[in-house]
């Protein structure tokens, strides 16, 4: 088991185990992605942030083997994908996005059976497969059919069956997404934990929190482009002033307060009926539009968030 | 796109494990509907309609000793086709199984490969279950329904029906979307193979080209190698061995291709 500092000190050495160039992949005429780069370090959480449809879940099967690239390169763990299937797929974990446990098997067994596909010796798998039970808490389900668990449950048990093979990397697609809040943040422990313990996770999420909670890097992708990348501080202080006010006007007034804000504030936004201006001093402009005299039913203030670079860079409507 | 792919036999191995499990926990319960259905094949047309028949026979036996042995090679057809129809789907596109399994070092290939094996397993052990029940009731009524030695070929040549007809139901299911699809395939395939592969009168004794046509399905020589081998076999029935093996063999690797391609985009 490592520390955190040790983990960053690998982090800090740049060891790549996932690296992308120039990575395409077309369905017909459809270009779910477009050339992109990026690397994955040793021992750090990587996240790949975006709206529906903006190639995330490609990329991800791009690199456990359910989709082939259509150009550019790809390598994992040093292997490339294309020639060298089998051999990535032995090094790395993959926790899907919809679940699909094996219904006909109870739970300790779908472990069991997971990881005869790995070759894994009887003894040594029957240790794991308890072990993990209980790093997911799932050890007094472990008799239990897999259709009377729970979605949080049955994430969980995706995790442990994904850990099986002792994976160097572990692909996470939209780890919590359908959880309730309990659910979901016992599952961001557990993910930390394993990155603790110098997993290299790679996961995908729309979760603005979850990235911030979780992920060393990341990049926001749109469209099937890499839109930014970095760290989430970093992203942060690069598109975004670090305070948001968010105020209510009645709409008949919203035009004079988009005004006065536009003078005085960074940048101004508008998302429906409320107005978002960023600042770097929100009780000066709080001050500026109180003395406007406009009245407003409330004003929220706050600091910026990696959700306010998210719908800077990939627009406020709504993506199908 | 994309090259003609060979399955390993390890991951074959373990997709044929992984099914053989789930089998150990609920083979009472699997194993019953497929072991009554010919019986009541059996009793109806066998001894119902046989006694109308009874008086000349077929080809000198009664008509129960007639129609036994082709029972064996339906009934390894329905179970294998079973399998490879409904089943695969669900495993394909309900419970996604397949995604799970081919995202660990076993690839596509292997589940296919594993899929048809498993099927020629279920077919065999199934047909082993009935030809021991043909074997005793034969014996209690003093009408031997099987009458060779030869007839402990049958459980290995059921396994080879059974590989054979999960092709072909695995080569239906790699091109379908909708699971209500199957009744095409039942109705249209399975059915008129059950009907006029010389199980219930011997086709070959109809004008051309019905025997011609018969010749080129598969459940006609599946029924010919298991008369033979249970009544004791001519030479001949080698040629019918060697069309399944080629026709198999020459299938095969079609919906290996495209299951793949359901499988990995």
Not at chain 1, 152 to 175: F, H, Q, S, T
């Amino acid at each position: 088991m490592r520390t955190e500092t040790e983990r960053r000190t690998e982090a800090g050495a740049r060891q790549a185990t996932v690296v992308a160039r120039r990575l395409r992949k077309s369905y017909g005429g459809f270009q779910a992605v477009k050339g992109v780069d990026f690397e994955v370090y040793r021992g750090e959480c990587f996240g790949f942030l975006g709206p529906n449809g903006a190639g995330k879940t490609t990329t991800m099967k791009m690199i456990y083997g359910a989709a082939i690239p259509t150009g550019g390169e790809l390598t994992v763990a040093g292997l490339d994908v294309k020639s060298r299937e089998r051999e990535v797929k032995r090094r790395i974990g993959v926790v899907p996005q919809e679940n699909n446990l094996d219904e006909d098997l109870k739970v300790r067994e779908n472990l069991l059976v997971y990881a005869r596909y790995y070759d894994l010796p009887r003894k040594i798998a029957l240790r794991r497969a308890d072990e993990l039970l209980e790093f997911v808490e799932l050890s007094e389900k472990a008799d239990a059919e897999v259709q009377h668990l729970s979605g949080g449950m049955k994430r969980r048990l995706l995790i442990a069956r994904a850990l099986i093979n002792d994976p160097e990397i572990v692909v996470l697609d939209e780890p919590t997404t359908g959880l309730d809040p309990q659910a979901r943040h016992l599952v961001w422990e557990r993910l930390r934990k394993l990155a603790s313990e110098g997993k290299t996770l790679v996961l995908t999420t729309h979760y603005m929190e979850e990235a911030a909670q979780l992920c060393d890097r990341l990049v926001i992708m749109e469209g099937g482009e890499i839109a930014s990348a970095g760290t989430p501080r970093g992203m942060i202080e690069e598109h975004v002033s670090p305070e948001v006010l968010e105020l209510r006007p009645d709409p008949g007034s919203l035009e004079r307060l988009l005004d006065v804000l536009e003078a005085e504030a960074e940048a101004v936004e508008r998302a429906g009926e409320a107005l978002l201006a960023y600042t770097s001093d929100a009780s000066n402009l709080m001050q500026r539009v109180r003395d406007s005299g406009i009245e407003f039913e409330n004003a929220v203030h706050r600091r910026a968030g990696l959700e306010d670079v998210f719908l800077r860079l990939t627009g406020r409507q709504l993506i199908d | 796109m994309g090259a003609w792919r060979v399955p390993s036999p390890r991951g074959t191995f373990r997709v044929w494990q992984r099914n053989a499990t789930i089998f150990r926990k609920y083979w009472k319960t699997l194993l019953l509907p497929n072991f009554f259905e010919p019986l009541l094949y059996l009793a109806a047309l066998g001894l119902g309609l046989g006694t109308f028949i009874q008086r000349g026979g077929i080809e000198g036996q009664s008509y129960v000793q007639f129609i036994a042995p082709g029972l064996l090679a339906s009934n390894a057809m329905f179970a294998a086709s079973f399998e490879s129809t409904f089943n695969t789907f669900v495993k394909l596109k309900i419970q996604r199984t397949y995604d799970a399994i081919v995202s660990t070092p076993i690839n596509a290939e292997d589940v296919v490969a594993g899929e048809y094996l498993w099927a020629g397993t279920r077919a065999a052990l199934y047909g082993t279950g009935f030809l021991a029940v043909l074997a005793i009731l034969g014996a209690a009524f003093g009408e031997p329904l099987v009458r060779s030695f030869w007839a402990l070929l049958i459980p290995p040549m059921l396994l080879l029906i059974g590989v054979m007809f999960s092709v072909t139901g695995t080569l239906f299911t790699s091109l379908i979307d909708r699971i209500d699809l199957y009744s095409y395939y039942f109705t249209l395939v399975v059915t008129p193979l059950f009907l006029f592969s010389g199980i219930f009168f011997p086709v070959q004794d109809f004008p051309a080209p019905v025997p011609q046509i018969a010749w080129l399905t598969p459940l006609y020589h599946a029924v010919n190698v298991c008369r033979e081998l249970a009544t004791g076999p001519s030479p001949g029935v080698l040629a019918d061995v060697a069309w399944v093996l080629v026709f198999t063999a020459a299938l095969a690797l079609f919906p290996i291709r495209f299951m793949r391609r359901r499988l990995i985009s």
